[in-house]
């Protein structure tokens, strides 16, 4: 995860929504939809997060969608490039949102939620763990980390990431990888689960995705963990 996403920070949405046309959705509908899931699991452990962490939060497109979960009192986006954290201010700006440039200001503490949307394929594998380790940092005891990635077993999924200046570096990691990457730092792993399965053309089929869930089929999976 590097400076690189300055250069992207204004065209970035644009950038994004043509990556994902051959989906046939926005990314409002993914963005959606990975903080509905998460609000599902969230519900079902019981866990009101009030206080909210989006590492690698890029332009904040997440941040109203994660303000939105039930309890939900702030939310601090974090991330390296600048340039793309003015646009969040810029875009999502709140009173109730902080944005951190990570490495120049004070690191958060004492959170309760974690999350992250398609940032570790962009780091570097030998750097990885490091990340790890802050978002662990960042936690307060018992607090989750809702870690989603690209599934690379899926064919669309890197067809998408194939046509995507975006994701031109890109080292995706496979669901494995990063149940074994959170655990190798601390996290206790509470469930891997596998989201957006059929692309719009196919959207009468999606009330088949919440029990499929629990296999690799989806674009994307969810990893969700627990700091002891």
């Given at each position: 995860?590097?400076?690189?996403?300055?250069?992207?920070?204004?065209?970035?949405?644009?950038?994004?929504?043509?990556?994902?046309?051959?989906?046939?959705?926005?990314?409002?509908?993914?963005?959606?939809?990975?903080?509905?899931?998460?609000?599902?699991?969230?519900?079902?452990?019981?866990?009101?997060?009030?206080?909210?962490?989006?590492?690698?939060?890029?332009?904040?497109?997440?941040?109203p969608?994660?303000?939105?979960?039930?309890?939900?009192?702030?939310?601090?986006?974090?991330?390296?490039?600048?340039?793309?954290?003015?646009?969040?201010?810029?875009?999502?700006?709140?009173?109730?949102?902080?944005?951190?440039?990570?490495?120049?200001?004070p690191?958060?503490?004492?959170?309760?939620?974690?999350?992250?949307?398609?940032?570790?394929?962009?780091?570097?594998?030998?750097?990885?763990?490091?990340?790890?380790?802050?978002?662990?940092?960042?936690?307060?005891?018992?607090?989750?980390?809702?870690?989603?990635?690209?599934?690379?077993?899926?064919?669309?999924?890197?067809?998408?990431?194939?046509?995507?200046?975006?994701?031109?570096?890109?080292?995706?990691?496979?669901?494995?990888?990063?149940?074994?990457?959170?655990?190798?730092?601390?996290?206790?792993?509470?469930?891997?689960?596998?989201?957006?399965?059929?692309?719009?053309?196919?959207?009468?089929l999606?009330?088949?995705?919440?029990?499929?869930?629990?296999?690799?089929?989806?674009?994307?999976?969810?990893?969700?963990?627990?700091?002891?």
């Amino acid at each position: 995860m590097g400076t690189d996403f300055d250069e992207f920070a204004d065209d970035y949405d644009a950038l994004l929504e043509e990556g994902l046309a051959p989906s046939g959705e926005s990314k409002e509908y993914f963005a959606r939809g990975r903080v509905s899931w998460l609000r599902r699991r969230l519900q079902e452990l019981r866990f009101t997060p009030r206080a909210i962490l989006d590492f690698g939060c890029g332009t904040g497109s997440a941040v109203p969608h994660l303000l939105a979960l039930p309890g939900a009192e702030r939310a601090v986006g974090a991330d390296v490039s600048r340039k793309s954290l003015e646009v969040a201010r810029r875009s999502h700006g709140s009173e109730r949102a902080d944005w951190i440039v990570m490495g120049a200001d004070p690191d958060p503490t004492g959170l309760d939620l974690a999350f992250c949307n398609g940032v570790f394929h962009h780091i570097e594998p030998d750097k990885r763990a490091a990340m790890v380790r802050w978002v662990f940092r960042s936690l307060r005891p018992r607090g989750l980390f809702a870690l989603w990635e690209n599934n690379p077993w899926n064919p669309g999924t890197r067809y998408i990431m194939k046509r995507s200046p975006l994701d031109a570096h890109a080292l995706p990691l496979s669901p494995l990888q990063s149940r074994r990457l959170l655990a190798s730092e601390g996290f206790e792993i509470l469930a891997t689960d596998f989201l957006f399965i059929f692309p719009r053309a196919l959207g009468s089929l999606r009330w088949l995705e919440p029990p499929l869930a629990r296999l690799p089929l989806g674009g994307q999976y969810q990893v969700l963990a627990r700091k002891p």
